[in-house]
């Protein structure tokens, strides 16, 4: 296999980071910088701020996020198995009732652990 064959793969990877550094790039050299004390004070809708911008979130706010990104990346996990469960096999099959198990398992043991329980 020669090098050429990867030039369209370079040509586009180039142009991706063309597209995306190119507007900002042009917008730091073209756009007014006019910074003013009312420009640079915080705002919240409208009103002045009031407390602090950086308050401190429950732990499990973050628990429950974590719980439903790896939830949701197992339904993108079981979308293409879907497609390709005819060529796939018992094996497949059975492989992703393993994985299932597991997570429904792991799934059971969060909610007895109350790790979902909101208080």
Same mark, same amino acid.
């Given at each position: 296999m020669s090098l050429d064959q990867y030039l369209p793969i370079f040509l586009f990877i180039l142009v991706g980071i063309g597209v995306?550094? *190119?507007?900002?790039?042009?917008?730091?050299?073209?756009?007014?910088?006019?910074?003013?004390?009312?420009?640079?004070?915080?705002?919240?809708?409208?009103?002045? *701020?009031?407390?602090?911008?950086?308050?401190?979130?429950?732990?499990?706010?973050?628990?429950? *996020?974590?719980?439903?990104?790896?939830?949701?990346?197992?339904? *993108?996990?079981?979308?293409p198995w879907a497609v390709a469960l005819k060529d796939i096999g018992a094996l497949g099959f059975w492989s992703v009732m393993v994985f299932l198990t597991i997570l429904v398992v792991g799934f059971i043991y969060e909610w007895k652990k109350g790790a979902l329980d909101w208080e």
């Amino acid at each position: 296999m020669s090098l050429d064959q990867y030039l369209p793969i370079f040509l586009f990877i180039l142009v991706g980071i063309g597209v995306g550094v *190119a507007p900002q790039v042009l917008g730091y050299i073209l756009g007014p910088n006019l910074p003013d004390s009312a420009k640079n004070s915080p705002y919240e809708c409208g009103f002045e *701020a009031f407390g602090d911008a950086r308050m401190k979130f429950d732990v499990r706010y973050y628990l429950v *996020a974590i719980l439903f990104i790896l939830f949701d990346l197992e339904i *993108a996990f079981l979308f293409p198995w879907a497609v390709a469960l005819k060529d796939i096999g018992a094996l497949g099959f059975w492989s992703v009732m393993v994985f299932l198990t597991i997570l429904v398992v792991g799934f059971i043991y969060e909610w007895k652990k109350g790790a979902l329980d909101w208080e």
